[in-house]
């Protein structure tokens, strides 16, 4: 059973890099065909995928964030990180880490972490 769980401050000040870590048990990051994705939803909104890694490490970015977003990896704690650099009060959003699975397309997810609340504010 894979297990997805996020960390990372729940306030972030505007203008500043946002940071959150997905740490992956019960299942490796780097195994084949396993892509891992950052998504959002914001208040009232929906969810908004933010960008994926996959297994070989190599990264794909929603266009309108691409500018401001970063997902890395640390292979020896099984575990990719979002940064969002210079955020506003519109990146006010619950952040969610989630695995696609093995040969479906982004937009499928079959293990999701439980989400962390991060409020931009002065």
């Known amino acids: 059973q894979v297990q997805l769980q996020e960390s990372g401050p729940g306030l972030v000040k505007p203008s500043q890099t946002l940071s959150l870590t997905c740490t992956v048990s019960?299942?490796?990051?780097?195994?084949?065909?396993?892509?891992w994705s950052w998504i959002r939803q914001p208040p009232g909104k929906g969810l908004e995928w933010m960008g994926v890694?996959?297994?070989?490490?190599?990264?794909t970015y929603m266009p309108s964030l691409k500018s401001r977003t970063s997902i890395s990896r640390d292979t020896s704690k099984n575990q990719f990180t979002l940064q969002l650099t210079s955020v506003t009060p519109e990146d006010t959003a619950v952040y969610y880490c989630?695995?696609?699975?093995?040969?479906?397309?982004?937009?499928?997810?079959?293990?999701w972490g439980q989400g962390t609340q991060v409020t931009v504010s002065s």
């Open positions: 989630a695995r696609v699975p093995p040969n479906y397309g982004l937009g499928t997810y079959d293990y």
């Open positions: 019960g299942g490796s990051i780097t195994t084949y065909a396993n892509y």
């Open positions: 890694i996959a297994y070989s490490g190599s990264t």
